[in-house]
Structure formats: C-alpha cells, structure tokens
C-alpha cells in the first residue's frame, strides 16, 4: 500500500518523520519493520560512532541485520536473510521510481535506523527527519 499523504520537506525530504510511521502501520493491522526483515548488512563502529565502511553514516554500537550477514554496510544477495536481500533492489520493480530510505523499528532514543533499498546499506538518523516506511505482519 502506498501511502497519499507522503509530504515533501526539502530539509527532510520524502514519507513521514518515525513517530507517524510508527502509528501508521498498526492502524493497518501491521508492525514497523526491523532491520533484519529488510537487510543483511552489517553497520560496524569503528569507535566514534561512525561506520567503519561509510563515516558519513552513524551507527553507535554497530547494528545487524539478518543472518547469514553481509561483511559490509550493504546488502549480500542470499535467500531468507531480508526483504532486499532476498528480491534484490525495489527500484528494478514496477511503481518504485527510486531509491528510499526505510525507517525500522531499531531506535534509541530520539534517533532511529533506516535501510536504504538501492543498496541494504544501514544508517542511524533524527526521527524528525521524513523517510517512507514498509508495513508488514506481526
């Protein structure tokens, strides 16, 4: 289901900030996603909270997604380890003009992780900013 109410903020950019996403899913029945339902790539603190393969991304602590895990901060094709992991790139399939960023349900605090479907790559951001979100079952 896409969303008609997705809003663009050129500061934020597209979908919705977490907390409305949040509340959108169970209002359907359905939960956020976890990390793990959509990638397996791994988000590696190289001690400054940094990732270790992109330091443009955050992730204090390291995340993980599915296993078996990808040894980098994107996503290894494998069956059963993710959404994108599993069917490759939504941008290649009818209706998906682009890449997004995906809000999860990973969150500490005032910050949440996202996956990126061009790539399964895993990033930590604000929940203010808007990103698009995928629903699936409980």
């Not at 995340?63 to 078996?68: F, H, I, N």
């Not at 996956?115 to 808007?130: A, F, I, L």
């Amino acid at each position: 289901m896409i969303r008609g109410d997705y809003k663009y903020d050129p500061r934020k950019g597209w979908g919705g900030t977490f907390q409305e996403q949040e509340a959108w899913c169970p209002s359907l029945g359905y939960r956020l996603t976890q990390v793990k339902d959509l990638t397996n790539a791994v988000c590696i603190d190289r001690g400054d909270g940094k990732d270790s393969t992109n330091p443009y991304f955050e992730c204090p602590g390291g995340k993980v997604g599915a296993m078996p895990s990808s040894p980098y901060n994107r996503a290894q094709r494998r069956i059963g380890a993710g959404f994108i992991t599993e069917w490759g790139w939504p941008m290649h399939y009818t209706h998906i003009n682009s890449a997004m960023w995906i809000w999860t349900s990973d969150s500490d605090g005032d910050y949440a992780y996202t996956t990126g479907t061009g790539s399964g790559m895993v990033d930590r951001v604000w929940k203010g900013n808007y990103r698009n979100t995928v629903c699936v079952t409980p």
